[in-house]
């Protein structure tokens, strides 16, 4: 008898004492109670590794990050908006759950879901370049996912095929809600362009907000001229993958990050020959400037890129197109 409570899932422990009283015992999940396995992945704050409970003998993957370390960089609030983050968003397939957090004497660990198919990125790179129908699968699960995002409030900020996992299935899910954006409340309505409104109390918030750009060749135009990061901005993201998984690269990409930026704000980008004209049509309605003209979600859903695919439930319901 298990129940989620704060993103922390407590269990109950029933005891006898001597006397053959029983003594029931709320208890959180600790270390204890998982066997580690393999390393999954190492970040420059924490390691993933895979581990089963030792109860239900269900597969976690385990992020765990050193507290000092955590400390020592300043990424305190990193760590529990991630933790925030990952409470608010339980109830899509296309997100990493998030079941445990607990922490020891030198550690945080989150227990998430297991996504053996490793990164988005992996599968592309072996690929080189995704055909339509499979650019049109794995778009749809994406944008279906930022269309939840966006409706709990959530923008991610640093979208990118690294943070696209792929489950068994091989069904996207996608993580790494550190550096996401909590839009605060009322609870935002629909998938406007809505820019977080900074004011003067979150100063440091705000400072935050500024000062945080995600991965260069998928930042979005506004986050480089110092605004806020609203929801088109992982909109803009999104038409950069688009065009990443059909062409075999991003569009934007230089031989540095300054020069990437430079061609970022100057719309710098070629379609390669034989880039599929529907899929052309629906990035130039993405990777626009200003991000009040970008294609907000529903009008992408409703794109004719997109003709075809079952929204909702049977977007994962589906068996995922082969590969080839
Ligand atoms: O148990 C909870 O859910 C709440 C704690 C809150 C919390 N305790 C912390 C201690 C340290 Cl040293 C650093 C951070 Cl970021 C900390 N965050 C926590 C524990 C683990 C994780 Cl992964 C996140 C937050």
């Not at 899509?92 to 660990?109: A, C, K, M, N």
């Not at 809600?177 to 979150?202: H, Y």
Request: neutral net charge.
């Amino acid at each position: 008898d298990e129940w989620r409570e704060h993103g922390a899932a407590v269990g109950t422990r029933t005891e006898t004492d001597a006397s053959g009283k029983a003594h029931t015992k709320t208890v959180k999940k600790g270390v204890k109670d998982f066997s580690f396995g393999r390393t999954l992945g190492d970040g420059s704050y924490s390691t993933v590794l895979a581990a089963t409970d030792r109860q239900t003998m269900k597969e976690y993957a385990v992020k765990v990050l050193d507290k000092r370390h955590i400390i020592k960089e300043k990424k305190v609030k990193y760590v529990n908006i991630e933790r925030d983050t990952l409470n608010r968003l339980t109830e899509h397939p296309g997100i990493v759950r998030l079941y445990y957090t607990f922490q020891d004497e030198r550690s945080l660990y989150f227990v998430l879901d297991l996504a053996s198919g490793g990164e988005l990125l992996s599968t592309l790179k072996k690929m080189g370049t995704f055909d339509v129908e499979c650019t049109r699968f794995y778009g749809a699960q994406i944008l279906d996912s930022i269309a939840y995002m966006h409706s709990r409030g959530v923008i991610h900020r640093d979208l990118k095929p690294e943070n696209v996992l792929l489950d068994r299935d091989m069904h996207t899910k996608i993580t790494d809600f550190g550096t996401a954006k909590i839009l605060p409340d009322p609870k935002p309505q629909g998938a406007g362009n809505d820019m977080v409104p900074g004011n003067p109390t979150d100063g440091a918030d705000q400072d935050r907000a500024n000062s945080f750009v995600g991965t260069a060749e998928y930042v979005s135009p506004e986050l480089l001229q110092r605004a806020n990061a609203c929801k088109a901005s992982d909109l803009w993201a999104f038409g950069c993958i688009i065009y990443q998984l059909l062409a075999g690269r991003p569009p934007f990409k230089a031989a540095n990050e300054y020069l990437t930026f430079q061609k970022i704000l100057n719309l710098e980008y070629t379609f390669p020959d034989g880039f599929p004209p529907l899929a052309r049509d629906l990035v130039e309605r993405l990777l626009v400037l200003d991000p009040a003209n970008r294609l907000p979600v529903e009008h992408i859903r409703n794109h004719p890129f997109f003709e075809g695919v079952q929204w909702g439930k049977g977007l994962w319901r589906q068996s995922a197109p082969k590969l080839r």
